[in-house]
């Protein structure tokens, strides 16, 4: 089974600031990636699909970058709505497996 | 719009079965696979089973594999997990997940492009 280590699990900053966040599967996944928002009390928001490709009305500041086994997502100015917990998914092989969460907060 | 409901959720003691329905709507369901999601409290997201478009393949997480079942009627437009011989670690938000694919250099890349807003199932004595 794949193993996605994501990092960090929390993340503090501000409005403007620009995060980044990494996934490491413990394979090769091409590019069988994809990124999530989570709010709380919410199901998930597809953020980033096939690692770079932005979602249809999700706004320009989430970028996806990587392939294999290095990842990133990165918000290039945190907006106020943008403070959630984060996922990485990798969709290679079952047992689909997600990262372990990234908690943004407000510094 | 697309729409994801799940229902059926609730307390249940261990041992005991449950079955979550999701009713889909504002796409043709019967073209795309569907998934199952958990997230314990607290916790985070863990992939639980899909079914493929037709209902012909279906595979598991191991931890579930021969206590619960995915399947769907596309007549209904509705996906149901079957979950029998419940135990408390199986305490968790479940949600439905609408199955996408992108085309790459002609291999098909999967992802979750829908969610519902989850059912709670708790399973407690």
């Known amino acids: 089974d794949i193993q996605m280590a994501q990092s960090p699990s929390s993340l503090y900053a501000s409005v403007g600031d620009r995060v980044t966040i990494t996934c490491r599967p413990t394979?090769?996944?091409?590019?069988?990636l994809s990124w999530y928002q989570q709010k709380p009390g919410q199901g998930p928001k597809l953020l980033i699909y096939?690692?770079?490709s932005l979602q249809s009305g999700v706004p320009s500041r989430f970028s996806g970058s990587g392939s294999g086994t290095d990842f990133t997502l990165t918000i290039s100015s945190l907006q106020p709505e943008d403070f959630a917990t984060y996922y990485c998914?990798?969709?290679?092989?079952?047992?689909?497996?997600f990262g372990q969460g990234t908690k943004l907060e407000i510094k | 719009q697309v729409q994801l409901e799940e229902s059926g959720g609730g307390v249940v003691q261990p041992g005991r079965s449950l079955r979550l329905s999701c009713v889909a709507s504002?796409?043709?369901?019967?073209?795309?696979?569907m998934h199952w999601v958990r997230q314990a409290p607290g916790k985070g997201l863990e992939w639980v089973a899909v079914?493929?478009?037709?209902?012909?393949?279906?595979h598991y997480r191991d931890s579930v594999k021969g206590r619960f079942t995915i399947s769907r009627d596309n007549s209904k437009n509705t996906l149901f997990l079957q979950m029998n011989s419940l135990r408390a670690e199986d305490t968790a938000v479940y949600y439905c997940a609408k199955e996408e694919s992108f085309l790459w250099f002609g291999e098909l890349l999967y992802h979750f492009d829908y969610w519902g807003q989850g059912a709670l199932v708790t399973v407690s004595s």
């Open positions: 394979q090769s996944i091409k590019n069988y």
């Open positions: 096939a690692a770079t």
């Open positions: 079914v493929s478009y037709d209902g012909t393949n279906k």
């Open positions: 998914l990798q969709t290679y092989s079952t047992p689909y497996s």
């Open positions: 504002g796409f043709t369901f019967g073209e795309y696979g």
